[in-house]
């Protein structure tokens, strides 16, 4: 969110909401992940009340309600929230944040993962690489090519 620009669809308090929002919880996240107490799971159900307030509007239509989003970006940390606070549904809700970050539209393409999502793919191998062998995807791919 900090190198992106201000979605036109809101106003500048709100954006500027949004981003403290993101940027607490990332920071909360953090805590509870390196030491869980139940004093911070708690924050951090305190912390998805907040989180889901912001696309808390509905609209109705002949098939049924439509969630509202105000911000994709409180929506990937609501999910992540899931994902922590529920530790069963953790694969789950990882899927659901991976495909909201790079599913992408295009006219020609629709809805989904298309040619302009490949670059949001490779961002999310380079995450787990980095996370589970301590090394981008590129160094990663030529370790393993080296050693087959």
């Known amino acids: 969110m900090k190198e992106k620009a201000q979605p036109s669809h809101l106003e500048v308090e ?10 607490e919880s ?13 004093e911070k799971n708690q924050c951090l159900r305190d ?18 309600p439509v969630r509202i989003i105000q911000s ?13 606070l529920r530790p069963s549904e953790s694969s789950h809700w990882g899927y659901q944040i991976a495909r909201d970050y790079a599913e992408r539209y295009n006219p020609r393409y629709g809805n989904g993962l298309i040619p302009e999502s490949a670059v949001l793919v490779e961002d999310i191998a380079n995450f787990w690489c980095q996370y589970h062998f301590g090394l981008p995807l590129d160094k990663w791919i030529n370790k393993s090519k080296k050693h087959s």
């Open 47 to 64: 912390l998805l009340s907040n989180v889901q307030n912001v696309n808390n509007q509905y609209k109705n239509h002949a098939w049924g």
């Open 26 to 38: 990332v920071c909360q996240i953090e805590a509870y992940l390196a030491e869980p107490t139940m």
């Open 14 to 23: 709100n954006w500027r909401d949004y981003k403290t929002l993101v940027n």
């Open 72 to 84: 994709t970006d409180v929506l990937l940390i609501e999910k992540a929230l899931y994902g922590i």
